[in-house]
């Protein structure tokens, strides 16, 4: 078998296991909680690197990119944990009232619910690409989300394709699979989504202006 045969098969091999190391750092820096949101605006951060083809280390930058996020990102995470944890309960009380009102309500917060999760899913990655306050991340990445609609249910699709996974999956495989690579994967695939969108700021200073 011939050296050209072989790198493609060396590469893959060598990026799996980058992406697995990369994985078992990612999960260790969640594990306080509040870290969550920096590990989550420095994996986006070397994804988008490696998705636009700009290889090479990715645990190191990682690191480097987790310190420097580790305020805003707490910020950040730490609104979403308050107003997703007030969703989930109201979420968990109105649908079982079981009357025209909580039915009303229900729709409401489910609505609501959709929202947070679409400015979730674009905060972090703006957190982790661009140099701004943690307020105005969260106010851009509702802007963008509705700027780049057709992008924003693509990032919802996979929601829902990994929320599916989990749900009808045995338990063991959705452990396995997250803590192997899952959490990678999921933001790499995403990653492809993000660079389209954020493609038109990318050469600006570092802050998005009224995106």
């Known amino acids: 078998m011939s050296n050209g045969k072989l790198n493609p098969v060396i590469d893959f091999i060598s990026t799996l296991c980058n992406f697995f190391a990369l994985n078992l750092v990612f ?19 070397v994804m988008a690197k490696e998705t636009k083809g700009e290889y090479g280390y990715i645990v190191r930058p990682y690191i480097r990119e987790f310190k420097r996020n580790l305020k805003n990102g707490t910020i950040a995470f730490t609104f979403f944990f308050v107003t997703g944890a007030m969703i989930l309960f109201n979420l968990l009380f109105w ?5 025209a009102l ?7 917060l489910i609505v609501i619910f959709i929202i947070w999760l679409v400015i979730f899913n674009y905060t972090f990655p703006l957190i ?34 990994v929320a599916c996974f989990c749900l009808f999956l045995p338990l063991g495989t959705v452990f396995m699979s997250l803590f192997s ?31």
Do not use: M, W
């Open 128 to 161: 982790g690409r661009f140099i701004n306050t943690p307020i105005n991340s969260i106010k851009n990445a509702f802007q963008l989300a509705l700027k780049n609609f057709k992008q924003t249910l693509k990032l919802l699709a996979i929601d829902i394709g």
């Open 102 to 108: 909580s039915s009303g309500v229900t729709g409401v």
């Open 181 to 211: 690579l899952g959490f990678v994967l999921i933001v790499y695939f995403q990653s492809f989504i993000f660079n389209k969108i954020f493609a038109p700021y990318e050469k600006a200073s570092g802050t998005i202006h009224n995106a």
């Open 27 to 45: 999960l260790i820096t969640c594990i306080p909680i509040f870290t969550i949101g920096s590990a989550l605006s420095s994996l986006y951060y």
């Open 95 to 99: 649908p079982f009232r079981g009357n």
